[in-house]
């Protein structure tokens, strides 16, 4: 066999997916290592999805998704996020995982760098890794509650240096980043001429503070910012995001996605119009129901002693384990399932810095996360168990 190129024999493994594919096949185990919705998808979703496959609306669509798709998007961000874009800058995508290799792909040459977060999300890594970019990680502190900090950034700049990631609301972490720093970073990025890279996937999704999108105040068209339907409408599975791209770069950004999936598979684009303009409840009930699990697990995990990062977006916790995990909280987490039943992200799959967390899912069953917090030993009850 031929060998295949350095960079696809190095690209990074999720260390997410290990925990949870061995928790799934533990019987009885209580999963909260995945970010997956609960809630069953809205019958007017499943119906649009079917009437497309019923009267065969299912040819190739343009590259950049159909009309009626990319106009529902347009509204959808006026309203929801106060962001105005002209449907020519709008590219519907296979998720936002999709979305943000076309970010990448467009921005990012052989050897140049990307500042991303960490922790952060796993395919802010992987994804640079594959388009043969360096991700460059920029730290977030305990002591800064886990915010970017200018600081830092700044003393990572090389003369590679092309683009920054922010991601909030954030996963693993739950933060959000206020408006005051997002323009901060917005004005980094040009005092230093980054391209933006901004995932939301959760943007729908934040208690009591409000999602401010870079693209807000992008007046110097540098900000691609990517969106989906998987969190915000648990559609998870039916694979529709999309990406807003600077003016001026559709038709370059048409030819990008024609190389690599030519378009979005038909009727989930219809199903995804139908989630964008019909009624919204299933985002106001998720939205309700993963507040008040963080509520009621940050209550107790304060009761208990433990030290996180309360909730303010997305649907994770971040747990300090460290009186756990004795410096490996990979290993720690396939020892909590063992022992306990108990299926937990660990944090170093977000990156180094990741190291004596976990993050927990709040996105299932409310009795089950409050049961499988009580299985994990308290810090003061620590010495006893590991
Ligand atoms: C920050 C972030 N970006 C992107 C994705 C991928 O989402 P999608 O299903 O839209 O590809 C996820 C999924 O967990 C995520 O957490």
Redesign the pocket.
């Known amino acids: 066999m031929p060998q295949l190129p350095p960079h696809i024999r190095t690209q990074p493994e999720s260390g997410i997916r290990l925990i949870t594919e061995r928790a799934w096949n533990t019987p009885g185990a209580i999963v909260l290592s995945v970010?997956e919705p609960q809630f069953p998808l809205a019958e007017h979703v499943t119906a649009a999805g079917m009437d497309a496959w019923r009267r065969d609306d299912t040819n190739y669509t343009a590259n950049s998704g159909i009309p009626e798709l990319k106009a529902a998007i347009e509204r959808a961000l006026a309203e929801q996020f106060a962001v105005r874009v002209e449907p020519d800058r709008v590219m519907v995508?296979?998720?936002?995982?999709?979305?943000?290799h076309l970010a990448m792909s467009m921005t990012l040459a052989t050897g140049d760098e990307i500042l991303i977060p960490d922790p952060?999300?796993t395919?802010?890594e992987m994804g640079p890794h594959l388009v043969q970019a360096k991700p460059v990680r920029y730290r977030l502190r305990p002591e800064h509650d886990f915010l970017p900090e200018i600081s830092e950034l700044e003393s990572l700049i090389t003369p590679r240096s092309r683009a920054l990631l922010v991601?909030s609301p954030?996963?693993?972490l739950g933060q959000v980043i206020p408006e005051n720093l997002m323009r901060d970073l917005y004005a980094f990025a040009s005092r230093h001429d980054l391209w933006l890279i901004s995932?939301e996937?959760?943007g729908a999704f934040t208690f009591g503070v409000e999602h401010v999108s870079p693209l807000r105040f992008d007046t110097e068209h540098r900000v691609f910012a990517?969106?989906?339907?998987?969190?915000t409408y648990g559609m998870?599975g039916i694979?529709?995001?999309w990406l807003v791209c600077p003016p001026g770069l559709s038709s370059t950004l048409n030819a990008v996605q024609e190389s690599v999936v030519s378009c979005i598979n038909t009727p989930a684009q219809w199903a995804a119009v139908a989630a964008l303009s019909g009624p919204q409840d299933y985002v106001e009930h998720a939205r309700d129901s993963y507040r008040e699990s963080a509520r009621a697990a940050s209550e107790y995990l304060r009761e208990r002693g433990f030290r996180f990062l309360t909730p303010r977006g997305?649907f994770y916790l971040w747990l300090d384990v460290s009186h756990l995990s004795g410096g490996d909280v990979s290993a720690w987490t396939l020892h909590a399932l063992d022992e306990w039943g108990i299926g937990l992200a660990p944090g170093s799959a977000f990156g180094p810095h990741g190291e004596g967390w976990v993050r927990i899912s709040l996105a299932g069953n409310r009795l089950e996360l409050l049961e499988a917090l009580s299985r994990i030993p308290a810090p003061s009850r620590a010495s006893v168990t590991r």
């Open positions: 970010g995508t296979a998720g936002a995982v999709q979305a943000m952060g999300y395919i802010f991601n954030s996963n693993p995932d996937c959760y990517a969106y989906s339907t998987s969190k998870t694979r529709v995001g997305a």
